[in-house]
Each structure stands twice: as C-alpha cells, then as structure tokens.
C-alpha cells in the first residue's frame, strides 16, 4: 500500500480535485482509499445518535453497520495517522490523503493562489493551472486527473 497528501490552502480545490482523480484510478485498477484531516473541533458521529451516546458512554470503538455501510468510531488521543492508515487501508493499493501537511506521507500541492506550501514543505509536484513562484525542481502537473495518475504511477505506484 502506498500513501500521499494532496495539501494546500483552504479553498484550493483539494476536494474537488481528488474527487475528480479517485474514479480515474479505480477504472485503471487500483483499490483506493481516502483520509480527510479535520480539526479538533469536528465531531465525526453524529450529537444525539445512538452510536454517539455509545461512545460518549465509554465504548472503546462503536461501528456503525447496515446491509451497505459502516463506520467505526472511536476517540485517541494524538496517535499518529500512520498507525491508522497501515492498519486500516493495509489491503489497498493507494490512499489518498486530503491535509495532513505535517504528515511524513508523500505529498502534492493543489495550488490556486497564495503563498505556494511548495519551498517550505517538500512535495512531490504542485497541481495547478496556473505559474506558482516555485523552487525550479519542483514539477508542475496541469489540473488534469489523467496527467496526475500517469505521474503517481511513474513515481508511487510503479514496482518497489
């Protein structure tokens, strides 16, 4: 299993770009999972739900289960995302990270405007369409989900 963080600036269009990317790389054949960084301050359950009752009771995990979905819940206290992504998205060919800059995964730069991330933290290629003032051995890949999975294949994916 590989891993890489597309980070940038609120607003930058991470979202909508992984959005974009994920169904190009499941239809050339890779598993893949997502993570999304939030602040402390979000509650993933839901206030007033029975698993959030179950949790806020003491349960040490609560999943959620239907017939199509699940969830699993639990509260920590700064474990690091690593822990998680290796026990969890284990089984999968390529997780996809939104955030998590501080992170010792890979990363990639969605850039729209503002100071670039790229130059203080090191990044694997900065995602824009437009000239970012970037160090010159930074790659830039255009806003294409097509160009951006030829380049996690060359430089993620292909044979360890």
Known sequence: M?????IGHKGA??????RALIPVLTTRGYRVGTAKHVGPEVEPD???????????AG??????????????FWDHV??????????????????????FKDSGFPKIEIWRGGEPLAGRIPVLAVVTDKAPPLP?????????????????EANLLGPD
């Open 78 to 99: 700064k474990a690091p995302v690593e822990e998680y992504i290796d026990r969890y998205f284990s089984d999968l060919d390529l997780v996809l990270l939104e955030g």
């Open 59 to 72: 349960a040490d995990r609560v999943l959620l289960y239907s017939e199509r979905h699940a969830a699993l």
């Open 13 to 18: 269009g991470k979202t909508a770009f992984l």
């Open 46 to 56: 839901l206030p007033g739900k029975d698993t959030y009752f179950h949790r806020k």
């Open 136 to 152: 010159d051995s930074v790659p830039i890949l255009p806003r294409d989900p097509e160009l951006v999975a030829d380049f996690l």
């Open 2 to 6: 590989k891993a890489v963080a597309f």
